[in-house]
């Protein structure tokens, strides 16, 4: 399995919002003012699934988040 985990130290991300961030176009009502559509979490999550894998979050709101991706090795 290959695990790769992007952290950051910003912000975090609300609870509220956590179960919807991958979503199409989501926008949390706490984010009006950062820039974005809505669609790189959907599409990082499209992309990691295409190959067999999850992504997942874990977020402590005023702290950060860190974004996990989890790929099962195939063999063919």
């Given at each position: 399995?290959?695990?790769?985990?992007?952290?950051?130290?910003?912000?975090?991300?609300?609870?509220?919002?956590?179960?919807?961030?991958?979503?199409?176009?989501?926008?949390?009502?706490?984010?009006?003012?950062?820039?974005?559509?809505?669609?790189?979490?959907?599409?990082?999550?499209?992309?990691?699934?295409?190959?067999?894998?999850?992504?997942?979050?874990?977020?402590?709101?005023g702290k950060g988040s860190a974004f996990i991706i989890n790929i099962?090795?195939?063999?063919?």
């Amino acid at each position: 399995m290959l695990q790769i985990v992007v952290e950051d130290n910003g912000c975090g991300i609300h609870s509220e919002d956590v179960y919807h961030i991958f979503k199409c176009f989501y926008r949390s009502r706490f984010s009006k003012d950062t820039q974005g559509i809505g669609l790189g979490l959907p599409l990082a999550k499209t992309i990691v699934e295409l190959h067999g894998g999850n992504i997942k979050v874990d977020s402590v709101l005023g702290k950060g988040s860190a974004f996990i991706i989890n790929i099962l090795e195939t063999t063919k």
